[in-house]
């Protein structure tokens, strides 16, 4: 993520933010109080940023625009829980029983994340299990994702408000199908961590061997 510093850039970006999107996020407005209460500023806008993202990708792609936008909205809600609560929500997640996803506190707020849309689901029945698990897997990928799953991946990549080296290409590739958007997106962030000497959970080579063959197949 890459936002300004500036408390009053920040406050216009979000007020831009809210007016472009006035109609979605009245549409959504329980579910963006509750992303709002739970984030700071630079944070939120990272989310409206994957949010408007993930409707272009929707509108362009055949999915649920909508939907799109919401699950965008919503897929960093645990981000800046304490660690202590993140992973006590990931101990209810799917991937609880994950040695590489327990090891690295990095990967907590995705699984955590799922988890609480889910408990708020209750409450708030658009916060669904397509919803969720565009949450669960919007950091670490897998092979064969739902059609939401890929748009919100490659949208919390390629936000607005993303800027680095790679990035262009990686845009160029999202904009002509979802399966090339998603292959750079996974080839980007494992070449990104190979360099930095950093880990790397084995669903990244597996999704993007998935989608890498998926694209060859094609052709």
Not at 49 to 75: I, M, N, S, W
Not at 145 to 150: F, G, K, Q
Request: glycine share 6%.
């Amino acid at each position: 993520m890459n936002v300004c510093e500036d408390k009053t850039e920040q406050a216009a970006l979000l007020a831009q933010f809210e007016q472009a999107d006035a109609a979605y996020l009245k549409q959504f407005a329980a579910a963006y109080a509750l992303v709002k209460a739970r984030l700071q500023t630079p944070r939120l806008l990272h989310s409206l940023g994957v949010a408007q993202t993930a409707a272009r990708l929707a509108e362009a792609f055949g999915g649920d625009v909508p939907k799109a936008y919401l699950a965008g909205l919503c897929h960093d809600i645990a981000k800046e829980l304490p660690r202590e609560e993140q992973l006590a929500l990931v101990m209810r997640s799917k991937l609880a029983a994950d040695e590489g996803v327990l090891a690295h506190k990095v990967l907590w707020h995705a699984p955590a994340g799922s988890v609480l849309l889910a408990d708020l689901a209750a409450a708030h029945p658009e916060l669904d299990e397509a919803v969720q698990s565009a949450c669960l897997w919007h950091t670490l990928g897998k092979p064969a994702m739902t059609r939401l799953e890929e748009i919100v991946f490659v949208a919390d990549l390629i936000e607005p408000g993303r800027d680095f080296p790679d990035l262009p290409a990686i845009r160029r590739a999202a904009a002509q199908s979802l399966a090339e958007g998603v292959a750079a997106c996974m080839y980007g962030a494992i070449h990104f961590l190979e360099v930095g000497g950093k880990y790397i959970h084995p669903l990244a080579y597996e999704g993007y061997d998935y989608y890498k063959n998926k694209l060859s197949e094609s052709k």
